[in-house]
């Protein structure tokens, strides 16, 4: 399936602020955000169209997984030995994970994480 282009939408501050507040008031002990550098997302861009985000766990923490994906709505993956599936590995793709977690590594004025 051709990956959208024009995947995403903008919203206003207030969407936003309603958005990230609703999953505060129900997940009060989740990550809030991640902060990615901006070096590592261009690294993890380079020759993607777009970008993937899965929700995955770490021994009961939620953590990301950032993909680059195709023009085709393929992950650009490494290759691996043992996966299965049909993405197609990408010489010199990478993954991403890890980021700096909020909270603790937090903007204390953004009505996004208060």
Same mark, same amino acid.
Request: proline share 7%.
């Given at each position: 399936? /051709?990956? !959208?282009?024009?995947?995403?939408?903008p919203i206003d501050l207030k969407q936003a602020i309603k958005l990230t507040k609703e999953f505060r008031d129900k997940n009060p002990k989740a990550t809030k955000a991640e902060f990615y550098s901006l070096d /590592?997302? !261009? =690294?993890? &861009? !380079?020759?993607?169209?777009? &970008?993937?985000?899965?929700?995955?766990?770490? !021994?009961g923490q939620s #953590?990301?997984?950032? $993909?680059? $994906?195709? #023009?085709d709505g393929r992950d650009l993956l490494p290759?691996? /030995?043992g996966t299965t599936g049909q993405a197609v590995p990408a010489v010199g793709s990478k993954l991403l994970s890890?980021?700096? +977690? @909020?909270?603790? $590594? @937090?903007?204390?004025? =953004? +009505?996004? =994480?208060?």
């Open positions: 399936m /051709e990956a !959208n282009n024009k995947a995403g939408k /590592e997302l !261009n =690294s993890l &861009l !380079n020759g993607a169209a777009g &970008l993937r985000i899965y929700y995955g766990a770490d !021994n #953590k990301l997984v950032l $993909v680059g $994906v195709d #023009k290759a691996a /030995e890890d980021g700096q +977690p @909020c909270p603790t $590594v @937090c903007d204390p004025n =953004s +009505p996004l =994480s208060n």
